[in-house]
């Protein structure tokens, strides 16, 4: 089947199987899960999108594949095989366990913008401004990927995925760029900003120019005797990836 990503690049790929659930369990495996389940069904690349390095024919490299672009594939790949997910979730509130259903094809999309193709092409970080601080953006990619899935509490994923797409900051204070090969640097001026209008800015361009795939699910409890709205990202656990270990398949 023919995958096509966000971006313009497409590639070939077969259909995951039962046995793939042995590659995914495989603990000796240090590859990030996402990168692991596509480059074990990746075939040739039919159209190499933005990315210059690619040549049709050949398979995909997930190191250089931004990662909006890996999440499009895994989504693709799911709604060619079945496009309904079945999943489980427990109420916050009350402990309930919620068996609840998402059609993957509703989830609302956003394509990547002009700048971020372009960014992909060239390498060049996508510049904004904000007063007397400059950024250069940039999309992260499968490379980044062991670092993204280091962070586990949820404050500490959302300042990890933030700083992670800053190629560079120049600010206040400071006569030279910032760049992200010296992450400490840029996460101590992250972590002390105080101006939190700056903040929503950032998010909000970051959101604008990579797009994806909005993985937020509003649900209320089922549980007759709570019904609290619950707000959460839908898990891509491992019914996600393998549907045969589906709960209720």
């Not at 793939?20 to 999108?49: F, N, Y």
């Not at 190191?63 to 079945?82: E, H, M, P, T, W």
């Not at 992670?164 to 206040?172: D, E, G, N, S, T």
Request: glycine fraction near 6%.
């Amino acid at each position: 089947m023919l995958i096509v990503c966000p971006s313009g690049l497409s590639f070939e790929a077969r259909r995951w199987k039962v046995e793939d659930r042995k590659t995914l369990l495989d603990r000796k495996d240090t590859r990030p899960v996402a990168r692991r389940m596509l480059e074990l069904v990746a075939g040739a690349v039919e159209d190499p999108g933005p990315y210059p390095t690619f040549a049709r024919g050949k398979h995909p490299d997930f190191l250089a594949v931004a990662n909006v672009d890996i999440v499009g594939a895994l989504f693709d790949l799911r709604l060619q095989s079945k496009p309904m997910y079945l999943y489980d979730r427990w109420c916050e509130r009350c402990g309930a366990k919620l068996e609840l259903q998402q059609d993957l094809s509703l989830l609302p999309r956003k394509e990547p913008s002009e700048d971020a193709l372009t960014h992909l092409k060239t390498g060049v970080p996508i510049v904004r401004k904000y007063g007397e601080v400059e950024i250069g953006f940039r999309l992260t990619t499968g490379a980044d990927l062991p670092l993204l899935e280091s962070a586990t509490v949820l404050a500490e994923q959302l300042t990890t995925n933030t700083i992670m797409h800053l190629a560079y900051v120049q600010y206040p204070g400071t006569s030279e760029v910032v760049q992200l090969t010296e992450l400490k640097r840029i996460r101590q001026w992250y972590d002390n900003l105080d101006d939190w209008e700056l903040l929503t800015k950032i998010d909000r361009d970051i959101e604008n120019i990579e797009g994806g795939i909005d993985l937020g699910i509003r649900q209320r409890c089922l549980s007759d005797n709570c019904r609290a709205e619950l707000n959460f990202q839908l898990p891509m656990d491992i019914g996600f990836f393998v549907p045969s270990m589906e709960p209720r398949r």
